[in-house]
């Protein structure tokens, strides 16, 4: 039986689902507006957040909100963080990685989250100590400890947001591992790590509502969580590293030997 959170929280992303599945299968006909380089949002981004603050605000109508589209919305406790499509280039293109995500923050502490893929039917969460799971299934990190093994997943930065040491933390790892990934979407990979699909995942500059559920399905799967430089991770963190805890301070090593 689900948490009563998961609960509200699956039955706001699926209801929010059905409309990015339909704007999926009609991806041409979307009307796209530039933010930034590489950065979009579209008619369907608006609708599923609203779709979402609709359903969530009848449950929980006191609480903080914070979403990509908009902004802060300030209430009183619980703090609920959204982003509608997670993946916005992925979904502009035709491209199945994307997830609806959803979290719930209290005290500091991520609590609850999902992670949903209408397009896959893939529908990841996490509670506190209840472990992580997809689509009833619990969910662990793998258990390869040889980083020659081991995909690691990242985020490529575009346009004014590549940093200095980019290109160099990508060939350490690349290097010493079996591949890198990058799937465009953040909540997606670290679902993926949580899963045991890939081993382990970095990347800098995200947003909250990029990484919030994804964290807690990292940690209940038995991973680890810290900045790429081993600092812990915290709510204001903008640079994340996760994995299956065997490999993590061999990724640090190479992260942070520049």
């Known amino acids: 039986m689900l948490p009563a959170t998961i609960n509200i929280f699956e039955k706001a992303a699926r209801k929010a689902g059905k409309i990015l599945i339909r704007d999926f299968g009609e991806i041409e006909n979307l009307q796209i507006q530039s933010k930034n380089v590489g950065d979009f949002v579209t008619s369907a981004d608006l609708k599923i957040e609203k779709s979402l603050l609709e359903t969530l605000k009848y449950y929980y109508p006191d609480a903080n909100y914070i979403t990509e589209e908009s902004g802060h919305i300030k ?22 990685n994307i997830g ?41 990190v793998s258990k390869r400890h040889d980083l020659s093994s ?46 045991g699909k890939i081993d382990g995942f970095w990347e800098k500059d995200l947003n909250l509502w990029d990484v919030s559920s994804g964290i807690l399905l990292v940690s209940e799967a038995g991973g680890r969580i810290s900045e790429p430089n081993g600092n812990k991770w915290n709510t204001k963190s903008r640079d994340i590293l996760a994995s299956n805890t065997l490999i993590h301070n061999k990724l640090i090593e190479n992260l942070t030997l520049l």
């Open 75 to 96: 209430g009183n406790g619980e703090t609920i963080v959204i982003d509608p499509i997670d993946g916005t280039s992925n979904f502009i293109h035709g491209i199945p």
């Open 100 to 140: 609806i995500v959803i979290s719930k923050i209290v005290n500091d502490e991520i609590t609850d989250g999902i992670i949903f893929n209408p397009i896959l039917n893939e529908f990841y969460w996490a509670s506190n100590g209840k472990g992580a799971w997809c689509n009833n299934k619990r969910i662990r």
């Open 150 to 195: 081991c995909l690691i997943g990242t985020g490529a930065p575009f346009g004014d947001r590549i940093y200095k040491d980019y290109y160099k933390e990508l060939e350490n790892i690349s290097k010493l591992t079996a591949g890198v990934r990058r799937l465009g979407a953040a909540s997606i990979d670290l679902a993926y790590v949580a899963s």
